[in-house]
């Protein structure tokens, strides 16, 4: 089934079969646990930090590793 979402002249489709996407800022303990939490809701958890070490970092479905002030990195 498709679903689309319409808003400010901006269409968004998607799918039942493909997984959400979250974005968080931040890799700390609270991340790590919304990551492992979205496994059994079948959402991808993407996560925006400054260190390879940060506790979210190694378990984020993707990463991007940047400063959480930073724009650009998102």
Known sequence: ????????????S??????????VIGG???AKMLVE?????????????????DPAASKATRLVLAETDDVFGT
């Open 1 to 12: 089934m498709l679903h689309e979402l319409q808003m400010s002249g901006v269409s968004i």
């Open 14 to 23: 998607t799918s039942d079969q493909s997984n959400s996407v979250v974005g």
């Open 28 to 30: 700390g303990q609270l």
């Open 37 to 53: 939490a979205s496994r059994t809701h079948n959402v991808d958890i993407l996560v925006q930090t400054k260190s390879i070490e």
